[in-house]
């Protein structure tokens, strides 16, 4: 990278929504009221599988103050965005227990809450399916029977027709067999995970208003606009013109679980038979548990065979996601952790399967990590088994294994900007992994991560610069709490050279705001980045041709700073942008930029969640924990999390995302569980569902690696998606490091670590 | 959910309350805070047509305390109240980490003594919005017939979970239930009904409106620990609360009282305890109490995310740790 003077990008300036948080000015999508807008409650299903005999709605819609009621009858309607298979409303049977059935329109939450006590539903059982390898065996009930003839968003998703499976993605590298025939050791183990919630603290939201000549508007807390626009436009058969998606200013929370349509399904469904009137729908807690997604339940069968030094010969990898009633992005997800199946390791004989199963239980879909955080714990927690039975040092032995640049990736990429060595080293050192003394019963443990990112979606922007020389950034990206809008205003501020001040992103709005794929992948400083910043030298270069008569110099004599155009060795000859407008355009004027990023691609490349990969998302971790050997507690001592950022765009914000994604990891590890009777949630309040508060957040010390990108914006690329997924892996590590248990269903809770010991103790 | 409909009334005084909690024949509660009820009203678990608040009764929310008869609290107080109050952190700190170990700070700030007190007992199978219920049969609890807990069972199993009683149980505190004709003290284990479908004794008219405490003895120490996953939040998956006095100058016991949470229908006393009286405190001794305890439990998996074997197993190493705790705090080598 060429060494650049830059004012802005790399420090730790102020969060641009800070100020409305912290005065509790921010809107939501809650405190946004359309006039004559009307209240929507859901009906759910009560059973996982069942067969809808019918429905009678009569009389909850007598009842006054109701403005009518719609049953999946009414929207013959589909949607998905890798698979098309999900009614807006249940429709001829009900897949999982809390699946819409029906919806109320009335004027207030009360009356519609009391209409649904008024409709019947009556229902004939079938048998259901809740593993996801039983599932997989022939004669499991079958919860979509026509997956073969369903439309693919693209031929790279493979459903196996008759039975439960919504993909299968296998990857082959050499030959795993004779790999296994030459190893002197072969490890086999199985790992689980539960299904985890992703806990916003705002629920899912939406208003929606059909007119009579189906122009849709949409009010929601999507992370997608663009997505939900196209996802709407398909199901609806209308054009993408008829279709508008405002993002509310604010969105308390993504975490991948605000993707798709969630309160946007029911909502539409309602305001497609209650036309010309907006009817919003806001989740209750219930429901955000119970009927929107979680992460996927997973298995994952994992044999290895190493050399006795520790060289890895062959592994093969078997996954089994759970996606519950439907495959949102399911598909995606099962692809992910299959590419990421065998971690980052240098292995030269692989065989990965990775099955999508569809069960009868809440959906399972998009959740930071994306597969990621099932993988890592399986192939994390073996790789300290083998360093283990080899008498090997887990870090040295991740070390002489992990890819380093020039390396082929089982994907067949050729890895460039593979900067998790130096995570694993800065890790190692920060924790003084072979020096410092640790008491009794405390242990350290280490774990890497590797994920997959969305490749290849494109990002647009403009940039409009005002007459007062303030500047609107014109983006989709969605500020979920992650910091985007904090990002995408210091790059372009950066770019352009004016103050951070005079920069302000405006709310998704797909009316206005140019395309972008998704809020998602931890894409958005990349992508995005890419694009604002391509935005802000275009706007630049226009302000500069405007300023070339007026200061008497060409526009490559010419640059920004502070807001002034001036010439670059005679910083006085200057001319503030607002003046540089005025002159040229009297009392108005703007300039607009503009920027589209799309990666380029090896040729023969998939165009939807390629193999190929624009950049990797990379982190190591390391743990110290102590445990309790009368009660089994874990307690985490502390977590030391170096992940590769590229370049810190805003170091502050960086080191956040890891603070946050370690406390999400240490969640996963410790006691998240999302638990069911049958296809019922048990647990669905978080007064049930122990996600850790603030007082059980560990100490962290967290550390962004800068290993630049040569496409990244100043060599940034995304961090947000790797700080969670080393956590239970590394915790669990050190677990075993501490008294020797080796745990290998998540979550490592006191209970489970308790019999382990007293296992030990017994042999 | 949102609330129901229902109608509200503050009345001046006891009597005044407890004539409105008669005239409406079952049908109206008592309201104390709300941080236990308000929940169960949104998810239609109570449906009462009156909610009676105690909140403008006179001297409801008073502390007092005196050498000779001990605490008084109102049953009003706010579990903050309590825990901040000079003398209760003098001279019963039990009383404070049970309080502070309730919920969170907001529900502490809300909630009262007298509520906290007769909170509802708990069961996940159960505590649900009316249309995650149906997704399960009815059970006995709403009216049903079966137990989700405990298959095959005529009983309701619902755990009680509050933090308070066993403190103030191993105080050997008493309450005052008042009616509009009459008020009387009973010991606080009278209160508690072991029917997991109504936790208390208390009848239609009747309220619990103090709690006597009587003073600490000399050489008294004392404990409270509770078992949950998170650091806050959580209700008690087991609490045990153990009050001890010792003779002077020697490690003889004088007074003992032992009293569990979270692993029944009820909060009980384990008597066993009270044949140390007169005894040393060593291992073997506390070892016999610890098993008694244990014996004693029942937890079950209808509330929380740990085994019930394990919160079974949990009681002998609470216990255990209780006597450390408390043997120090009255002074003696743990």
Request: proline residues 6%; glycine residues 8%.
């Amino acid at each position: 990278m060429p060494t650049e003077q830059l004012d802005i990008v790399g420090t730790s300036s102020i969060r641009v929504d800070a100020r409305d948080k912290v005065m509790g000015k921010a809107i939501y999508i809650d405190d946004i009221q359309v006039p004559g807008m009307l209240h929507g409650k859901v009906l759910r299903s009560r059973y996982p599988h069942a067969r809808i005999v019918r429905i009678d709605t009569s009389r909850a819609e007598k009842l006054p103050g109701v403005l009518g009621v719609v049953t999946g009858a009414d929207v013959p309607f589909i949607h998905g965005e890798s698979l098309l298979d999900e009614p807006f409303l249940a429709r001829d049977k009900v897949r999982y227990t809390g699946e819409g059935v029906a919806v109320v329109a009335a004027v207030d939450v009360a009356t519609a809450e009391h209409a649904l006590e008024l409709i019947r539903v009556e229902y004939k059982e079938l048998p259901a399916v809740f593993d996801p390898v039983e599932a997989t065996e022939p004669g499991a009930p079958l919860i979509h029977e026509n997956v073969g003839t369903y439309t693919r968003a693209a031929s790279n998703i493979k459903p196996i027709p008759g039975t439960n499976i919504c993909n299968h993605f296998q990857l082959k590298t050499g030959d795993v067999e004779k790999g296994f025939a030459e190893s002197d050791y072969i490890f086999e183990d199985t790992f689980t995970t539960p299904m985890q919630a992703h806990c916003c603290i705002e629920t899912h939201g939406a208003i929606a208003l059909v007119d009579d000549e189906t122009n849709i508007t949409v009010w929601a807390n999507n992370d997608s606009p663009h997505r939900a626009r196209k996802e709407i436009a398909s199901a609806f058969k209308v054009p993408m013109t008829k279709v508008r998606v405002i993002i509310a200013p604010y969105v308390g929370g993504n975490f991948g679980g605000k993707g798709g349509l969630k309160a946007e399904a029911v909502a539409l469904a309602i305001a497609w038979k209650v036309r010309n009137r907006p009817i919003k729908i806001m989740y209750t807690r219930e429901e955000e548990f119970c009927s929107t997604i979680g992460r996927h339940p997973s298995v994952v069968r994992m044999k290895t065979g190493v050399k006795q030094d520790g060289t890895f010969v062959a592994r093969a990898v078997k996954i089994y996601l759970a996606t519950g009633a439907y495959a949102e992005k399911g598909p995606t997800v099962s692809t992910f952790a299959g590419i990421s199946g065998a971690g980052p390791y240098r292995i030269p004989n692989l065989s990965i399967d990775s099955y999508c199963v569809y069960t009868n239980r809440q959906l399972a879909g998009a959740f930071r990590g994306y597969g990621g955080p099932q993988t890592a714990w399986a192939y994390e927690s073996q790789m300290d088994i083998i360093a283990h039975k080899l008498g090997l040092d887990p870090v040295e032995l991740r070390l002489r294994q992990v890819y380093v640049d020039g390396d082929r990736h089982a994907n067949g990429q050729i890895l460039k900007s593979e900067g998790l060595r130096d995570c694993l080293v800065q890790v190692a050192e920060s924790m003084e992994w072979n020096s410092k003394p640790l008491g009794k019963n405390q242990g350290r443990g280490v774990a890497l991560m590797e994920r997959a990112i969305k490749t290849p979606f494109g990002s647009a922007a403009f940039v409009k610069v005002n007459e007062d020389g303030t500047v609107d950034v014109l983006s989709s990206t969605t500020e979920v709490g992650q910091g985007s809008a904090t990002i995408v205003c210091q790059i372009v501020a950066e770019e352009l050279g004016v103050p951070m001040a005079s920069v302000r992103k405006a709310a998704p709005d797909t009316a206005f705001t140019p395309y972008d794929a998704s809020t998602t992948s931890s894409r958005s400083t990349f992508h995005m980045g890419n694009a604002v910043k391509m935005a802000a030298a275009d706007a630049k270069q226009q302000l500069l041709a405007l300023a070339s008569k007026l200061l008497k110099a060409s526009p490559d004599d010419l640059t920004i700073t502070q807001g002034k155009v001036h010439v670059k060795a005679m910083p006085e000859r200057a001319l503030p942008i607002s003046k540089v407008l005025s002159e040229n355009y009297g009392a108005s004027g703007t300039v607009l930029g503009r920027g589209y990023y799309y990666p380029e691609m090896p040729e023969g490349e998939s165009n939807y969640f390629s193999r190929y990969m624009v950049f990797w998302l990379l982190g190591a971790q390391g743990a110290e924990v102590e445990v309790n050997r009368e009660t089994g507690e874990v307690k985490i001592l502390k977590i030391y999390a170096a992940h590769d950022a590229g370049k810190a765009i805003n170091p502050m914000t960086c080191l956040d995302q890891i603070r946050g994604g370690v406390t999400l990891g240490a969640g996963f590890a410790l006691s998240e569980n999302l638990m069911f009777k049958g296809g019922t949630v048990l647990n669905p309040s978080f007064l049930s569902y122990p996600v850790p508060s603030a007082l059980d957040a560990p100490e962290i010390e967290p550390m962004a690696v800068e290993y630049a990108h040569p496409d990244g914006p100043y060599g940034a690329k995304g961090i947000g998606e790797t700080t969670n997924v080393p956590t239970p892996p590394a915790i669990a590590n050190a677990i075993y490091n501490a008294v020797g248990i080796r745990i290998k269903d998540l979550p490592i809770t006191p209970d489970k670590v308790l019999a382990a010991l007293k296992r030990k103790d017994e042999r | 959910m949102t609330l129901p409909k229902f109608d509200y009334a503050e009345p001046k005084s006891l009597r005044q309350a407890s004539a409105l909690l008669r005239q409406q024949r079952g049908k109206a509660m008592l309201i104390a805070g709300g941080t236990d009820l308000l929940q169960a009203l949104k998810n239609r678990l109570k449906t009462p047509a009156l909610l009676v608040d105690l909140k403008n009764i006179p001297r409801l929310d008073h502390i007092s305390y005196s050498e000779k008869t001990g605490l008084q609290i109102g049953a009003m107080v706010s579990l903050r109240q309590l825990a901040n109050s000079a003398v209760i952190k003098e001279k019963y700190p039990m009383l404070v980490e049970a309080a502070l170990a309730v919920g969170t700070a907001q529900l502490q700030a809300m909630g009262t003594v007298g509520g906290n007190l007769c909170q509802d007992s708990l069961c996940q199978f159960r505590d649900r919005s009316p249309m995650a219920r149906l997704m399960l049969e009815p059970c006995l609890k709403l009216g049903g017939h079966v137990c989700h807990a405990v298959s095959g069972s005529n009983k309701c199993w619902a755990n009680y979970s509050g933090d308070l009683a066993p403190a103030l149980l191993a105080l050997h505190a008493r309450v005052t239930i008042a009616d509009s004709t009459e008020k009387k003290k009973i010991p606080l284990s009278k209160l508690y009904s072991d029917d997991g479908k109504r936790p208390t004794r208390l009848r239609a008219g009747q309220i619990l409106t103090v709690i006597h405490v009587p003073p600490p003895a000399p050489h008294s120490g004392s404990a409270y620990l509770k078992l949950r996953l998170r650091k806050t939040i959580d209700y008690a998956l087991l609490g045990v609360a153990l009050y001890l006095s010792m003779e002077d100058g020697d490690a003889v016991c004088k007074d003992i009282a032992l009293a569990l949470t979270g692993v029944g229908k009820a909060p009980f006393l384990v008597k066993e305890a009270e044949q140390l009286k007169g005894k040393q405190v060593g291992d073997a001794e506390i070892a016999q109490v610890a098993e008694a305890a244990f014996k004693q439990a029942h937890p079950l998996s209808n509330i929380g995310g740990l085994t019930p074997a394990y919160r079974k197993e949990m009681v002998r190493v609470y216990v255990r740790k209780a006597f450390g705790v408390a043997l120090e705090s009255a002074g003696q080598d743990a």
